[in-house]
Every structure is written in C-alpha cells, then in structure tokens.
C-alpha cells in the first residue's frame, strides 16, 4: 500500500472538504431554523458559481475578491424566494417542502441554461494551474485559497450567530419556534434572513466549485446527493456537524478514489450513509427528538 | 356509506373506465396518441404505488425511479444471461418476477431507509436512488454501463407496434391501482393513515408501525418495478440515466399531489392531466422553458392546492350540497376529506 498517495489523498480530502463543509453548512442551517430540507441547496450552489463566473468574466474581478458582489447577490435570492414559495407553506411543512424546493431546483436549472446555455464553463483563474506536491499527488494552489475562504466563512458565520442579536434569535428559533415567537422574535423575518445566509453560504461553496470544477446548469445533481448525505451525516440542523462529516466524508471518498477506483468513490459516501442510518439514525450531533405538536 | 347506491355508482364508474381503457387504441389507433396513453397508464401505475407509502403514512419518497429500475434492469438482465427468449409476447410473463426482485431488494432498503422519518426519510430515498444509478453506471460488466443494456426486439412493427405494451401496462396499472385500493381498505391502509396523523400516537396504542410501513414500501416498490419493466422492454434499450431518473420519482409524487395524495382517485386523475399535459408540453419547447415550467406547474399545485384536486373539489361540492339543504356549513362530512383514521374509525 503506497502510504504517502494515502497521505495525499488526506489532505486533498481536508481541503475540498472545507468547501463542502460551507455549502452542507449552510442547508444544515436553513433546516435547523425552518424545518425545511432544502433540495434545492445544490442548484443554489451551481446559481452562486455561475454569478461569480459571470462577475469575473465581465468585471475581471478575481473571483474570491468577487464574492463581494456574489454573496449579497446570493442573499437576496434566497431571501426572495423564501418569502415567495417557502413561507405560504403552512401545514406538512417539512414534507411539503422536499417537493417545493426539488421544484425550485428544477426552475433553477431551467432558468440557468436558458440564459447560460448548457454548455460546460469553468472560472478559469490565472494562478489556476499552479500546483504544489503533497505524497505524489499534485494538489492545486486553489484548494488551498477555497480551504482558507471556507474557514474564513465559518468563523464569520459562528461570530454572526453567537456574537450579534440576529445571531441570538436565529439560535432561539432553531430550539424553538414557538416560543421563540412568544418573545417576540419575528420568526418568519428570521427565518427569510436565514435562507438568505444559506444561499450566501452556497455562493461561496458555488464560487470554488466553479474555480475548480467545469460545471454546467444541471451539475446539481451531481452535488444535492453529496449533500444530502452530508447534513444527514452531521446530525440535521447542525452546521458544526455538517461541517465536520463534509470533511470526514470527503476524505474517505478522496482515500477510495486513490486506493480503489475513481468509479466507486462516490458509493462510499452512500456506503457511509447507510453505516450510519443503521448505527445512529440521528447523526453525529442529532438528538432525537419527538415532534412537538 | 348509506346504502350500497354509491358503492354500486363506484363499481359502474370503474367498469366504464376499464371498458374505455380497453377499447382506447380501437378508437384512437394512431401511433403518437398510443404512446402518450401508454406513458400515462404508467404513471397512473407510479403514482398510485407511490400513494401506499407517501400518501397513507406521509413518508415522501423520492426513490421511485431506483425500484422502476430495478424492474427495468432485472428483467434485461434475466432475458440477456437467464433465459434466452426472442423478442415475442413471451417476456411479458417476466414482468411479475421483475417486480417480485424489485420488492425483494426493497425489504433491507426500507428496514434502513424507514428508521428516519420526515425529511430524512425523503433524504435517504433520493440517496438510494442515487446509488442504484451508481451501481447501473458501475458494473459495466453486467449492466453494460452508460452504453445501455438492450432488449431482445419485438416481432411486431408499425402502427400496431404501441399496442400489445398498451395492454401490458393497463394490466399493471390496474393492479396498481387495486393493490393501492386493497391496502386501503384493510388493517394495514389504517394503520396507515394513524400513522400519517401522528405515528407516536400510533404506536402507543398498539399499531405496528414498523412492519406496517415496510409492507408498504415494499408493496409500492413492486409496482414500480412491474412498470420498469414493461418500459424497458417497450423502449427495448435502457440507459442508467434514463430509467433511474430523478424526474420519474418526482413526476408520480407530484401527480399524486395533484389529484389528492391520500385518496384513490387522486394518483390517477393527476396522472390523466399531468402526464399528457408534461409530453405535450414537451413537443412544444426547448428542455430550459421545460423545467421551467415544470417547476412553476409543481410550486403552483403545491403552494395553491397542498391537499390536491380530489379532496379540494369534494370539499366544495359538500358544501354546495349543504347549503341547499339549507343545513349549516359545519365541518364537512368525513369521507371528502383525506381520510383520517379517525374518521374511518367512527
């Protein structure tokens, strides 16, 4: 067993996980304080990395400086279409909502390809092909640029919800909805603002996918599987989970790609799933919990 | 139910449908017009095998496509190494067995999958069906891969072409449908609908949630699989993006939606305007205006109709009835809504 492509592969793994880590946090977040699974997360990710392709190629902005225009951008579309089609949800909120936001999904990619074509792009950056050497693996300078955003947003995302008074009422409507509103929190006001934080998050996950990856509208299918099991993993609602499983999951698929084949990689995560729904159906940081009613 | 006279209109309903089923292709014999009323019994057949599970108990699956195809590869599979049949009205008798495989390989799927509930539970049916797309792609060797697997052809050709998989999937469909309708009418349909209501609840006085959900998903994935392989053997070529496909799961959820999850009628009926509006539709615009339409019609049923067309036209239809009696407007009478188990219990 050759040791230094399985180190190779580790760090490979730690570093797109990072990037995983944000997108998966992000859905993690919007379930935590809406009860919602969003399907749709991953065609948000693929609207974020084509916007911030768009930006870098008209305004020749660096993509990572880019993210200014990006992430507001991002924010407001998540915002806009919570207000429109998640919050008249009223009744089998969190059934009704895997249907609406596959449906969003599928308008998403429509709505992509019909302005951007269904042809494959990628944010080709000029310092995209330098490359450094990690145990005979070459590993792109890039991924280490998305590891450090990644961290970079989930500090900012832990200072947003443990050091302001949005962050306060955000965590006071994920333990509790009701009672969050008897204190007068505005919950659908919250609850707007955090779908808009998650689709920030998918902005920048989408801004490195795009760097690193060539992508096209309907590559969301290729993500929503991966974070899925990601969230479920973590423990839904937990973004600290979600963040930890992308990098344990990430790794191991980088480890069987190495170590086995390239066409079985993405079955480990699946395998993982499965491990875990036997083992421990509520995730790594899940409680069980009874529905309140 | 007063009396047997709206047990005795259901039958005659029935009856009539069925006779129209059967002489459809005598009066409309055209090919494209075949193929639409082909490809809705088939989904008339998903959506209510979806309804057993997803709309009985709640539990949204979006995994349909991975039993559809199973149906669709067992069955290829079976004729290509198992049993070397030409291409003739033979294969047909195949077609239980691939929905017995279906449901055989359903069992330890749902004794996974069904230990979440809600969201997560949706959340593991698109992950299995994302691995059966996998496992297709993967073992080239069996499978053939994404160069698809193909069917041994059929003997017969032209217009009459459509016909015999008409029948062959009005057959399916129809089981379906009394399957679905069996499950309704029995211990496990209310078991069931307890379940959707509140399944702790449920559990508490005594119902077997646990194996009542497995019967039921693994009854539904039977009928999917029947219906993937009657499809396959139709198209006489799958691919594995093709019968294991994210729009095929979606499509019979939304359809029952439409008509009315929950309800009998309510699959079918959303199957009869869904599908033939979706095919028509497609004939018409480019794949981008497609989706987007498709989504739009799917946020529209959703957000403007969560209860679907079935319970929604009953409620109205009870209260029109009601205000000629000139009796109040109260709560409308139990069986228009979706049926909760309370309401059959009284």
């Known amino acids: 067993m050759n040791l230094s492509l399985l180190f190779g592969a580790l760090v490979l793994g730690l570093l797109t996980g990072g990037v995983y880590g944000v997108m998966a946090s992000g859905l993690a977040l919007t379930f935590g304080v809406m009860r919602i699974i969003n399907v749709g997360h991953a065609a948000l990710v693929i609207t974020g990395a084509f916007i911030s392709y768009e930006v870098f190629r008209h305004l020749h902005l660096d993509p990572f400086a880019g993210l200014v225009i990006t992430m507001p951008l991002m924010f407001l579309i998540g915002v806009v279409l919570e207000v429109l089609f998640i919050r008249p949800l009223k009744t089998d909120r969190e059934e009704l909502s895997v249907l609406v936001t596959w449906a969003l999904a599928l308008a998403l990619e429509g709505v992509l390809g019909y302005f951007f074509g269904t042809d494959l792009v990628q944010t080709t950056v000029s310092y995209g092909n330098s490359t450094f050497v990690v145990g005979g693996v070459h590993i792109a300078d890039v991924y280490i640029y998305g590891f450090l955003l990644a961290i970079a947003a989930m500090a900012a995302l832990a200072a947003l919800l443990y050091r302001t008074n949005l962050g306060a009422a955000i965590r006071a409507t994920m333990l509790n909805r009701q009672a969050a509103q008897l204190i007068g929190i505005d919950v659908e006001r919250v609850s707007a603002i955090s779908f808009g934080i998650g689709a920030a998050l998918a902005g920048v996950g989408g801004t490195v996918y795009g760097i690193v990856n060539a992508f096209n509208p309907d590559s969301h299918y290729d993500l929503i599987g991966h974070l899925l099991v990601i969230v479920v993993l973590g423990g839904v609602g937990s973004m600290r989970g979600a963040f930890l499983a992308a990098l344990l999951i990430i790794c191991i698929q980088d480890i069987t790609q190495v170590m086995i084949s390239p066409d079985w990689a993405d079955l480990s995560f699946f395998v993982v799933l499965t491990i875990m729904l036997v083992v421990r159906p509520q995730g790594f940081f899940g409680v069980r919990v009874r529905e309140a009613t | ?346």
Not at chain 2, 93 to 109: H, N, S
Not at chain 2, 219 to 234: D, E, I, P, T
Not at chain 2, 268 to 283: D, H, R, S, T
């Open chain 2, 1 to 346: 139910m007063t009396g047997s006279r709206p047990g005795w209109a259901k039958l005659r309903g029935c009856v009539v449908a069925l006779a129209f089923c059967l002489a459809f292709p005598t009066l409309f014999p055209g090919s494209g017009v075949l193929n639409i009323a082909l490809l809705t019994l088939m989904y008339v057949a998903l959506a209510s095998s979806w309804n057993i599970l997803g709309g009985f108990a709640g539990y949204i699956s979006l995994g349909v496509s991975a039993f559809f195809g199973i149906g669709a590869y067992s069955m290829g599979l079976i004729l290509e190494h198992l049993i070397h049949m030409s291409g003739g009205y033979g294969p047909f008798a195949l077609v239980p067995l691939a929905g017995l495989i279906a449901a055989v390989v359903a069992i330890p799927l749902g004794w996974v999958a069904l230990r979440t509930r809600h969201a997560v539970f949706a959340t593991a049916t698109i992950a299995i069906m994302f691995v059966f797309q996998l496992l297709a792609t993967n073992l080239s060797g069996i499978t053939g891969g994404s160069a698809g697997l193909g069917y041994p052809v059929p003997t017969w050709t032209g217009d009459f072409y459509d016909k015999p998989f008409y029948y062959a999937m009005l057959v399916v469909a129809v089981v379906g449908v009394i399957i679905a309708w069996m499950v309704r009418r029995s211990g496990v349909g209310l078991g069931l609908l307890a379940i959707r209501d509140d399944e702790d609840k449920a559990e508490a006085i005594g119902v077997p949630t646990w194996s009542y959900k497995l019967v039921a998903f693994v009854l539904s994935a039977f009928v999917a699989g029947m219906v993937g392989a009657v499809y396959g053997y139709y198209t006489t070529y799958i691919y594995p993006q093709f019968v294991i496909d994210p729009l095929i799961s979606i499509g019979a959820a939304l359809m029952a939606f439409l008509g009315g999850s929950g309800t009998l009628v309510g699959p079918v009926l959303g199957a009869l305007i869904l599908e033939p509006a979706q095919l028509e539709l497609g004939f018409h615009v480019n794949g981008q205006i497609y989706l987007i339409l498709y989504g739009a019609v799917f946020l529209f049923v959703i957000l403007l109709m969560p209860r679907g067309i079935v319970p929604s036209v009953g409620a109205l239809i009870d209260s029109r009835r009601a205000r000629r009696r000139g009796a109040p407007l109260a709560a409308p009478p139990p069986t228009q809504q979706p049926p909760t188990a309370e309401a059959v219990a009284r």
